[in-house]
């Protein structure tokens, strides 16, 4: 704990800076509590979207494996003929802090003749988009959960550096200034009796 003047002057900046942090801390446990909640939202959006995810892709599996081989909607070297052209997000915000906000995916698709590939590649192809914009969608709510997560670290050790450092210690010192200022009153006011019962007896005699 850095040393203090026992001043007036001192008493009054300590009281200030009091102030500031009694005003501040409700604020901040406040957006502490938005954060908070929050992510426990996003997370509970991350968790449906993977199940639904999972549960697509099982499906897709299962009838991709009644009506033909997987390589259908593959190039020869093994990568989709679909891929992810463009994503687009806008940006939310969350007690002051700027989040990515998935809002749809854009896809370029290799051309295939119509008479060679088997009917189910159509509905293959548009079930692909489905699973891959949740994939994104998730990706995003991971960032999402990423960044406030670190805003709530440093929220979180702000309310404790006010709650159990910053106030407790200002509130001593506070004390410690009304003790000492008292003590110095209680001083003068003796050294004020000593004087005058000092120019009484000298009057006496």
């Known amino acids: 704990m ?29 957006k502490k509590l938005q954060l908070q909640t929050e992510i426990r ?52 915000n969350v007690a002051g802090v700027e989040i990515p906000v998935f809002e749809d995916a854009e896809f370029a698709q290799d ?15 548009a079930r692909l988009k489905e699973e891959l914009r949740i994939d994104l969608e998730l990706l995003i709510l991971r960032e999402q959960i990423a960044r406030l997560a670190q805003e709530l670290r440093v929220t979180a050790q702000r309310v ?24 110095q009153q209680t001083a003068q006011v003796v050294r004020g009796k000593i004087a005058k019962r000092k120019v009484v007896e000298r009057s006496a005699a």
Not at 111 to 125: G, I, M, N, S, T
Not at 160 to 174: A, D, G, S, W
């Open 2 to 30: 850095p040393k203090i003047k026992l001043t007036k002057n001192e008493l009054k900046q300590q009281k200030d800076a009091l102030k500031m942090y009694e005003r501040y801390l409700p604020t901040l446990q406040l």
């Open 41 to 92: 939202s996003i997370e509970t959006r991350l968790h449906e979207r993977a199940d639904l995810r999972d549960a697509l892709l099982k499906e897709t599996r299962a009838w991709m494996a009644v009506f033909g081989e997987e390589d259908q909607i593959r190039r020869n070297d093994g990568s989709w003929i679909l891929s992810v052209a463009r994503i687009r997000t806008g940006v939310g």
């Open 111 to 125: 051309d295939y003749d119509l008479f060679v590939k088997p009917l189910w590649v159509d509905r293959a192809l």
């Open 160 to 183: 404790n550096l006010f709650e159990k450092v910053k106030i407790p210690e200002t509130e001593e010192n506070i004390r410690k200034i009304r003790i000492s200022l008292g003590d």
